[in-house]
């Protein structure tokens, strides 16, 4: 392998000039990528209430519509821990302008498809140059701000990252229903090439750790096989009622066999496709596990509130979308303060403080019932997002921050694929979970129930104004609900004692907690 630090004479690994580079219009840099983050993040979830009308349009059944879905999520994550090595081979800059025009190039692919394969094929395509954008992003606004300032850069991702998810659901379901569901991959176009042209301008002349690695085939081979099988299992799992499934008890052996022989070579290989030795500095390991454990919470919270609100309360999707979006006011609020004020505070307290707040809010779930109204339900999200508002940065700091300049990418798309992976097993474990409490809460509620009781036919008979047959629907849907409410009050009791448990794995983390940037850099942005 040969190595070219480009303009970097007498560099070592860990002292490139490139943290000391600043774009002619850093304000404008900024947009740019923060723009192209939103747009990538928000296409996680835009198409998702989408999916019926879709189908609908290309003649596609329901099961094949959640490949539109699928297909995203699992190239996506497939991508995100090679962008370490992508990194390497073309530099940020160049992986981060034709990653994002290649992105406009999915997106409008998947607006002009014709059939439901060609849109799953464009999905596909489109999560696979999604996966790097995200970490690049960070990697190049830490390196363009001066040291007292990363702070506000990482808040900005923050912001982006819950805010994204939020926008996504609402803004889709207002574009379908007023124009066509093609415009919700359309309006990528303009905003990612002003992204890509922005940022390919205003960082021209950025100087770029270049190398030559040579393709670990091995690698790429098993984390492909691995990850897309795991990613596959987890989006299929609850439709095909998990391991009674022929089809999930296979991808389960092809996604373990693969992942066990993916992370022996990776550890042992000289030049590995993914660099699994970063778990080597301390606060990246503890951060990432907080991370991945906070973030699968959190991502369960987003799964199954709305998912509540319309089977249980009867909320339409806008309204659940009205009542679940306040999450997102306070971190827009907080994030500018959060990100110029943190590095007064102990990160590790700031991110602590967020976590009991989620705690609270989860308990104050546990104690909902099904005649809870809309403030009620907004309030607490609107609180939530106070624990929001403090957890993305410090977190992503904590990890971070002993890393190697030429390091971060690789370990921002490393934790990235963590906490993405993480969110889709909260995903399917929350789904899950809520079903198989229901069941076993309904089948409680039922068992003193008997056609021959009296008490049972004086209820069914008043219930269905003397049709027993009417009665009986609406105290089986009655039982239901209860049951269903049940569960969900039990799986927020669980995530409010998960939230609490995460406090400890960031404690584990040792200050300082700067993003590094090696000596030449200080020196030429002068601090």
């Not at 091995?218 to 987890?234: K, N, P, Y």
């Not at 596990?289 to 249980?312: C, D, E, H, K, T």
């Not at 609020?333 to 609270?360: C, E, N």
């Not at 300049?405 to 992976?421: K, Q, Y």
Request: proline share 5%; charged share 10%; hydrophobic share 55%.
């Amino acid at each position: 392998m040969s190595a070219v630090a480009a303009n970097a004479p007498g560099n070592g690994a860990g002292a490139l000039p490139q943290a000391g580079f600043r774009p002619p219009n850093i304000a404008l840099t900024t947009l740019g990528l923060a723009l192209a983050s939103f747009m990538q993040v928000l296409d996680l979830t835009i198409a998702n209430v989408s999916l019926p009308t879709i189908s609908g349009n290309l003649g596609g059944s329901a099961n094949q519509a959640t490949w539109v879905i699928t297909s995203f999520a699992v190239s996506n994550a497939i991508a995100l821990p090679l962008t370490g090595w992508l990194t390497r081979h073309f530099g940020e800059r160049k992986l981060f302008v034709w990653a994002t025009a290649l992105f406009v190039v999915a997106s409008l692919l998947c607006g002009l498809a014709n059939s439901m394969g060609l849109l799953v094929a464009a999905r596909a395509l489109q999560g696979f140059v999604a996966g790097p954008m995200y970490p690049i992003t960070q990697a190049l606004l830490i390196s363009i701000y001066p040291p007292h300032k990363r702070g506000q850069a990482i808040a900005l991702l923050a912001m982006v990252t819950v805010v994204a998810p939020i926008a996504g659901p609402i803004l889709g379901g207002w574009i379908t229903d007023n124009y066509s569901w093609e415009w919700i991959f359309f309006i990528n176009v303009p905003i990612g090439l002003f992204a890509s042209f922005v940022v390919g301008r205003q960082l021209k002349g950025r100087p770029e750790r270049l190398e030559k690695p040579k393709m670990d085939y091995v690698g790429l081979i098993t984390l492909v096989l691995g990850v897309g099988a795991l990613q596959i299992l987890l989006d299929l799992g609850n439709d095909e009622d998990w391991f009674h499934s022929t089809l999930i008890v296979w991808l389960a052996i092809v996604s373990v066999i693969s992942l066990v022989v993916f992370v022996i070579w990776e550890m042992t290989d000289k030049d590995p496709i993914v660099n699994l030795r970063l778990f080597r500095h301390r606060n990246f390991t503890a951060g990432t596990i907080a991370m991945v454990v906070a973030y699968a919470a959190f991502f369960s919270v987003g799964i199954l509130v709305p998912l509540w609100l319309q089977r249980n309360l009867g909320f339409t999707p806008i309204w659940a979308g009205f009542a679940t979006a306040p999450i997102g006011i306070l971190p827009v609020l907080l994030t500018p303060f959060v990100g110029k004020y943190a590095h007064k505070f102990d990160l590790r307290m700031l991110a602590s403080i967020a976590f009991i707040a989620m705690s609270l809010t989860s308990f104050a779930r546990a104690g909902f019932n099904l005649d809870v109204d809309f403030n009620h339900i907004a309030l607490v999200q609107l609180f939530q997002g106070f624990g929001v508002a403090l957890f993305f940065m410090p977190v992503l700091q904590i990890l971070l921050s002993d890393l190697q300049p030429h390091e971060i990418a690789a370990g921002s798309g490393l934790a990235t694929f963590m906490r993405t992976l993480g969110g889709s097993f909260a995903a399917s474990l929350t789904t899950y979970m809520w079903t198989e409490r229901g069941a076993v809460h309904h089948a409680h509620l039922t068992e003193k129930l008997s056609s021959y009781d009296p008490a049972t036919i004086d209820t069914v008979t008043r219930l269905g104004g003397g049709d027993m047959q009417k009665g009986a629907a609406v105290l089986e849907r009655m039982i239901s609900n209860q049951a269903a409410q049940i569960g969900f009050n039990e799986i927020f009791h669980l995530l409010g004692i998960v939230f609490l448990v995460v406090i400890a794995f960031v404690w584990i983390a040792k200050p300082p907690f700067q993003a590094k940037a090696g000596p030449s850099a200080e020196a030429a942005s002068g601090h």
